[in-house]
Each structure stands twice: as structure tokens, then as C-alpha cells.
């Protein structure tokens, strides 16, 4: 493993008065970073009493760490997310998305986590049947992938990129700000995601809460479905949407499920 990376960045709103809630901790996935949260997710909590926290795993966003993402592993985020959590005033419900889901995971069969929640979660058979299927619908999609440069974006790779990811509708100036937050990923977090893994099972009593959408090519409903059979519980799948649901103009569809589970009491966990 790396050394500990002590520059993160993280992303924040706050309700207006401290309430007892406790707080939630957003991981995003790959080639992005903590900013994926922020124009819906964070506000619309934090409206509704939970300080929502967001962070920027190393090598990604405004975080230190981008000298050594080349052998950064999903363990090397699993820290990055437990020093941001060990930071916060009580232990958070940690939600992640894709490849952030994993890293929940991880955490999940490391040791007692508060509660989690699962967006998108990669499948317990791995990544690799994934990127099959995607090949299969889009052959050059893995090599746009490590053609990604914010700045300097070419024109066919996010043709090509942008319906894995997003809706036809999703809003121009969010899919405009999306761009220039693409970065390159870790290629030893992908091969650790790669193939199936002996997964240790969680060392909590608290089942996570799964969801997926309609509209992913990526984490498709199935995959949704077997997480969550690995967990032992039930998969919430929203009609719609793209993987990118947490920009989708239909966000608040995934947002309401989330909140709905944790007034349930994941709050109180």
C-alpha cells in the first residue's frame, strides 16, 4: 500500500442547525471526482438536515496524490476514505458510487462501518464481463477512456463516452461542467476490480442499501440485482437514467430513495 496522502479534498454543505443526524460521507467513481456530488446531492441533504461531506480520492479532483495514481489501489482509497471519515464530528453513512461503492465495500469488510449505501456498485463477478458487454456496444470505448484530458478533449471521445454515462437529455451546462472534472484512473484500481474477487463479508449488521437505474449501460440492473443478492438484501432500481444519476435532470428520483432509508434508520444506526 501507499504512504497515507494527506492533501484531500472535500466538499461540503451543512444544515443550518445541528440536529443529531449523522453525516454522510459521498465517494464517487472513477474518472471523476468529488464535484459530482455538489451540484444536487450536497445542498439537497444538507436542506434536509444531514452535513453532507464529499471527498476527492488521491490523485483525483484538487487532492494530493496524483504523482503515484499509477499504482494507487481500491485498499490505497479505502484509506483516503477513513482518514475523511476518522475528520468528521460522528461516524457517517458512507455512500459510494461505482467504483466509490466498491471502496464502501472494502471498508464494509474491513470492519463495522455506521451504515452504506450502494449507487451503480460493481458486480461481484468483477469488472471484467462489464467491459465485454461495453465492447461489444461501443469497441472503442475502452481507448477513449485513456484518452481522457479535461482540457483538451477531443470531440469523438466524448461522442463516444457520453452516452455510457449520461442521458440524451442531461443538462448542457452540467454535462459542459462534467467535462472538465474527467481524469485518468488508477490502472491498478481497475485491475483490482478486474476480475472476481473473495469478497469478505461484511463485519456489520447492517444491511447496505443498493441502487441502481434503468438507464445504465454500465452497471445495468442485473449487476444492480447481484450486489445486492451478495448482501442479502433487495436492489432499488429507478426507472431511467444514466450512470451518472447523481447529474441526471431526473436526480432528485435517486436522492428521495436514499433519504426514504435513512429516516428508516440507517440515521440511528
Known sequence: MLPPEPNLEVRSRLPERANGRPPLLFVHGGYCDAWCWE???????????????????????????????????????????????????????????SM?????????????????????????????????????????????????????LAGDALAALRPMYFSDDVAPEILAQAVTHLTVESPRAILDLALPSPRSRPRTSTKPFVLGVAGDRIATPADVAATASYHGTTATIVPGLAHMMMLERGWETVAQPLLQWLERGANRA
Open 39 to 97: 451540484p444536487y446531492f450536497l445542498p439537497w441533504f444538507a436542506a434536509r438536515g444531514y452535513s453532507a461531506y464529499a471527498l476527492s480520492l488521491r490523485g483525483h479532483g484538487a487532492s494530493g496524490g496524483r504523482e503515484s495514481l499509477f499504482v494507487a489501489g481500491i485498499d490505497d482509497y479505502a484509506v483516503d476514505v477513513t482518514r475523511v471519515a476518522s475528520s468528521l464530528p460522528a461516524p457517517p453513512v458512507l455512500v459510494g458510487h
Open 100 to 152: 466509490g461503492a466498491a471502496v464502501v465495500e472494502r471498508l464494509m469488510a474491513a470492519g463495522p462501518v455506521r451504515a452504506a449505501a450502494l449507487f451503480a456498485p460493481v458486480p461481484p463477478s468483477g469488472l471484467g464481463p462489464v467491459a465485454g458487454r461495453l465492447l461489444a456496444w461501443q469497441p472503442e470505448y475502452l481507448m477513449n477512456l485513456q484518452r481522457l484530458d479535461a482540457p483538451h
